[in-house]
């Protein structure tokens, strides 16, 4: 069994910066892959990043660019940097993981099914 447990969000500019972070406990982390997913008001749940067991990424086209997601093994620690926050950007952040996928391919076509997910953490962007 893995826990998430999120950190890190909050009220933003648009333009600047922020950090989430997401720790879990159980599993060592540097055997799955881990990831987040956004979802804003009124819209379907997106995914947002995801990091391997061995560190390859994968971004959404929309934050392309403008995140980087960085697996901490020693900490157990994902965290999720987001740069030139848009307002299209707010949401509720969640992270997930699941100890039965490693490949990044198998862990975003069972977002679905995911066995782990934190409590959610919120974005809020102002102009």
């Known amino acids: 069994q893995v826990q998430l447990v999120e950190s890190g969000g909050g009220l933003v500019q648009a333009g600047a910066s922020l950090r989430l972070s997401c720790t879990a406990s159980g599993r060592a982390s540097r055997m799955y892959a881990m990831g987040w997913f956004r979802q804003a008001s009124g819209k379907d749940r997106e995914f947002v990043a995801a990091?391997?067991?061995?560190?390859?990424?994968r971004y959404a086209e929309s934050v392309k660019d403008r995140f980087i997601i960085l697996k901490d093994r020693a900490s157990n620690t994902v965290n999720l940097y987001m740069f030139s926050i848009k307002l299209e950007d707010a949401a509720v952040y969640y992270c997930?993981?699941?100890?039965?996928?490693?490949?990044?391919?198998?862990?975003?076509?069972?977002?679905?099914?995911?066995?782990?997910w934190g409590q959610g953490t919120l974005v809020t962007v102002s102009s």
């Open positions: 997930a993981a699941d100890p039965r996928f490693d490949r990044i391919d198998d862990y975003i076509s069972r977002a679905g099914s995911l066995e782990a």
């Open positions: 990091v391997s067991g061995n560190g390859d990424t």
